[in-house]
């Protein structure tokens, strides 16, 4: 089993709906979450990191956590066509919180 | 406030060359990573430099990587000779933080190709 999995896409939807983004991880004891954003040819780009059970907003992206169940999702409102990209769920390693262990990224596709 | 640089942004190199990467962090971020993506996976982890010291290097696939960062400032990736499932995107990335809890800021990559 991955550290870190996502569905890797491409994940389609309309301008104006809500895009919905899933990552499932492997370590019960992971504390801290991050979304990051990578558009085609350019650097990942942190968007969202999470560390609480629970939602958190910012603007149109809202994160959701659970311990529990061992998922983090994010949330994107209002989808434009400039949220198309890929986006990397990211995990800190338990044996170093530096560093980071990625999912396989989801492909996102806004449709005018 | 400069971004994290690299250079170069391609290379393509034969089969048993040299290539050297490198990497300007954010001014003053004392923790500098080097990660990596080859074909159809997902983003590795190679190492973890704070300042000029090596804290991390559990992710270098082999002794054929050999990194550093003299004077603490920029960093350089060398890889030697190049084997062919080297390639990939080679990011680096740099934070100010050390706890990790913050995530950090990545360069645009450098693309390698060794045919």
């Known amino acids: 089993q991955k550290e870190v999995e996502q569905n890797s896409g491409p994940l389609s939807v309309p301008e104006g709906a809500i895009a919905s983004l899933n990552c499932t991880y492997s370590?019960?004891?992971?504390?801290?979450f991050f979304w990051y954003r990578q558009y085609s040819g350019k650097s990942p780009e942190l968007i969202m990191f999470?560390?609480?059970?629970g939602d958190k907003e910012d603007g149109r992206f809202t994160a959701q956590l659970n311990k529990a169940s061992q998922y983090v999702s994010l949330l994107i409102r209002d989808s434009q066509p400039s949220d198309s990209a890929t986006y990397l769920c990211a995990v800190p390693h338990l044996q170093g919180a530096q560093k980071l262990v990625f999912g396989q990224g989801t492909r996102l596709t806004i449709n005018p | 406030e400069a971004g994290v640089t690299q250079f170069p942004s391609h290379s393509v190199i034969e089969k048993g060359q040299t290539v050297t990467l490198r990497c300007d962090p954010i001014s003053g971020h004392d923790n500098l990573y080097w990660y990596r993506r080859v074909m159809g996976k997902e983003i590795k982890f190679l190492l973890h430099?704070?300042?000029?010291?090596?804290?991390?290097e559990s992710g270098m696939p082999n002794n054929r990587f050999l990194a550093e960062r003299t004077g603490g400032t920029y960093s350089t990736l060398k890889v030697q000779p190049a084997e062919l499932e080297d390639s990939g995107v080679y990011f680096c990335a740099s934070s100010q933080d050390i706890s990790g809890l913050y995530g950090y800021t990545f360069g645009s990559g450098t693309r390698l190709t060794v045919v």
């Open positions: 370590d019960r004891g992971s504390q801290s």
């Open positions: 430099f704070v300042k000029e010291s090596k804290q991390d």
């Open positions: 999470i560390y609480s059970n």
